[in-house]
T-cell receptor, first 111, second 113 residues
Framework: KQEVTQIPAALSVPEGENLVLNCSFT??????LQWFRQDPGKGLTSLLL?????REQTSGRLNASLDKSSGRSTLYIAASQPGDSATYLCALRRYGNKLVFGAGTILRVKS | ETGVTQSPTHLIKTRGQQVTLRCSSQSGHNTVSWYQQALGQGPQFIFQYYREEENGRGNFPPRFSGLQFPNYSSELNVNALELDDSALYLCASSLERATYGYTFGSGTRLTVV
């Protein structure tokens, strides 16, 4: 079983919709969790970082939650825009020095 | 404050050759990590450097090696290139405890033919 799973793998929504991206993990012993955005062929842009002691973080139209007991994190995007179209990756940092990534959710927001 | 910069942006090499990729960390960051991202997958951890020494390694063979310099910049070297080494190579910098997360560069796209 994958250590970090992101569902759905791809999502297409009309502009203006609110949407939720899911990230699940098999081991609740994490240091923090970071959500990234990646445009095609580009590097990663950090969106939100949640420490293990926190339940959620917000930045603008984005809200990320963390539930360690159930091994889940969600990224909520309000009032989606075509510019939000990208791949969204969640990454765990366990008590070590590496990030473990999911395979990502490809989001397309249609105008 | 400058972000993480990587060079070159694109590279084409022949199987069996050697390649060196470069990374300058974000100002104030002393730790550099390297990741390999194959098409359609999440990045995979190669290794991390702190105080010019390797500080953790993922499941990559010894032909993947690296260096960190006193100014915290870093190089990733790959010997005896294989077709499967074709990927986006990402560099990330952080403070040593990464309490505030990681900052990634734009990556180097390596194509092995």
């Amino acid at each position: 079983k994958q250590e970090v799973t992101q569902i759905p793998a791809a999502l297409s929504v009309p502009e203006g919709e609110n949407l939720v991206l899911n990230c699940s993990f098999t081991d609740s012993a994490i240091y923090n969790l970071q959500w990234f955005r990646q445009d095609p062929g580009k590097g990663l842009t950090s969106l939100l970082l949640i420490q293990s002691s926190q339940r959620e973080q917000t930045s603008g139209r984005l809200n990320a939650s963390l539930d360690k007991s159930s091994g889940r994190s969600t990224l909520y995007i309000a009032a989606s825009q075509p510019g939000d179209s990208a791949t969204y990756l969640c990454a765990l940092r366990r008590y070590g020095n590496k990030l473990v990534f999911g395979a990502g959710t490809i989001l397309r927001v249609k105008s | 404050e400058t972000g993480v910069t990587q060079s070159p942006t694109h590279l084409i090499k022949t199987r069996g050759q050697q390649v060196t990729l470069r990374c300058s960390s974000q100002s104030g960051h002393n730790t550099v990590s390297w990741y390999q991202q194959a098409l359609g997958q999440g990045p995979q951890f190669i290794f991390q450097y702190y105080r010019e020494e390797e500080n953790g390694r993922g499941n990559f063979p010894p032909r993947f090696s690296g260096l960190q310099f006193p100014n915290y910049s870093s190089e990733l070297n790959v010997n005896a290139l294989e077709l499967d080494d074709s990927a986006l190579y990402l560099c990330a910098s952080s403070l040593e405890r990464a309490t505030y997360g990681y900052t990634f560069g734009s990556g180097t796209r390596l194509t092995v033919v």
